[in-house]
């Protein structure tokens, strides 16, 4: 099956710095991916849709500033938390279609658990 | 962001027994999907649902497209320890692959021997 990946699965940095994580399309081409937060004992709650070639579209309330997405190609998006916080310590989860199914399936990554000091 | 709600929130149950929980909305979805999250890893697809009506298996799992298009059922029969997790529901409204989806509020299952 289809297979997004993430790197780093973890994360611990200083309030202040800014921290990149990627996520990628292993076996299939993604013009769309999708970036998920999730706080602890919470649901997942859309951040941004990160589209290939073109400026991510972020959902209500997430500051497009502070959270740097680039699409550079059709296997890799990367979000980019920039001068962190503590408050922004959360589980950030990638996910893809895989265009060639054309089910509607959205397959996720395995997830970055970022800690802010 | 909008959500889904789902209950029961949680369940605890013994091995063996049967599980249902299910997710409404206020609003109508063209998709519905159905995810298992273990602690510290992203969801994994358990069951698709594309029609009205359409009642789809997995195994064990058992899943239901409400016919207003508003819920979704999710059944698990003789629970066994690995179905530990949290089971989500997520809707999308749009056809188009690419559009969102809404994710449920979550069911917590603990299941014990």
């Known amino acids: 099956g289809a297979v997004v990946s993430q790197h780093p699965s973890w994360v611990i940095c200083k309030s202040g710095t800014s921290v990149k994580i990627e996520c990628r399309s292993l076996d299939f081409q993604a013009t769309t991916m999708f970036w998920y937060r999730q706080f602890p004992k919470q649901s997942l709650m859309l951040m941004a849709t990160?589209?290939?070639?073109?400026?991510?579209?972020?959902e209500q309330g997430v500051e497009k500033d502070k959270f740097l997405i680039n699409h550079a190609s059709l296997t890799l998006s990367t979000l980019t938390v920039t001068s962190a916080h503590p408050e922004d310590s959360s589980f950030y989860i990638c996910?893809?279609?895989?265009?060639?199914?054309?089910?509607?399936?959205?397959?996720f990554g395995e997830g970055s658990r970022l800690t802010v000091l | 962001g909008q959500q889904l709600n789902q209950s029961p929130q949680s369940m605890f149950i013994q091995e063996g027994e049967d599980v249902s929980m299910n997710c409404t909305s206020s609003?109508?979805?063209?998709?519905w999907l159905w995810y298992k999250q273990d602690p510290g890893e992203g969801p994994v697809l358990l069951i698709a649902?594309?029609?009205?009506?359409e009642l789809t298996s997995n195994g064990r799992l058992t899943a239901q497209f409400g016919i207003t298009r508003k819920d979704s059922f999710l059944n698990i029969s003789a629970s066994i320890p690995s179905d530990v997790g949290i089971y989500f529901c997520?809707?999308?409204?749009?056809?188009?692959?690419?559009?969102?989806?809404?994710f449920g509020t979550g069911t917590r299952l603990q299941v014990t021997l």
């Open positions: 997520a809707g999308r409204r749009n056809t188009g692959t690419a559009s969102k989806l809404t």
């Open positions: 996910s893809a279609n895989d265009p060639g199914k054309n089910t509607g399936e959205l397959f």
């Open positions: 990160s589209n290939e070639g073109s400026k991510a579209t972020y």
């Open positions: 609003s109508i979805f063209n998709t």
């Open positions: 649902l594309y029609k009205a009506g």
